[in-house]
Nanobody, 126 residues
Framework: QVQLVESGGGSVHAGGSLRLSCAASGYTSKYAYMGWFRQAPGKEREGVASLGVSAGSTYYADSVKGRFTISRDNAKNTLYLQMNSLKPEDTAMYYC???????????????????WGQGTQVTVSS
């Protein structure tokens, strides 16, 4: 079992930036993908970005391409999400997740991920 702890959320104005961190501990080597998801009130949880652990391949939702960057520091066992040019519609609770091998078409869908953090709130005001 892996433990995931997110941090770095906060409140910013539109156009601002935040960097989210996800510290992983436990048996992390069995996971093939790590990703960021978000859920706004009244909406379903959606995939934001995902990273293939072994190859370093990255995947992004269309809504964040060019603005968000997912990365991982292997030495620190930490996943990051750099968020630039934030928009009010980016407001949500952001979750870090880890999952086993899965088809690439599923990496931005939450149901394939088996370990989840508690989330960190991001609020973007206009």
């Amino acid at each position: 079992q892996v433990q995931l702890v997110e941090s770095g959320g906060g409140s910013v104005h539109a156009g601002g930036s935040l960097r989210l961190s996800c510290a992983a501990s436990g048996y992390t080597s069995k996971y093939a993908y790590m990703g960021w998801f978000r859920q706004a009130p009244g909406k379903e949880r959606e995939g934001v970005a995902s990273l293939g652990v072994s190859a370093g391949s990255t995947y992004y939702a269309d809504s964040v391409k060019g603005r968000f960057t997912i990365s991982r520091d292997n030495a620190k066992n930490t996943l990051y999400l750099q968020m630039n040019s934030l928009k009010p519609e980016d407001t949500a609770m952001y979750y870090c997740a880890a999952g086993p091998t899965m088809p690439v078409v599923q990496v931005l869908r939450p149901y394939g991920y088996t370990s989840w953090g508690q989330g960190t709130q991001v609020t973007v005001s206009s």
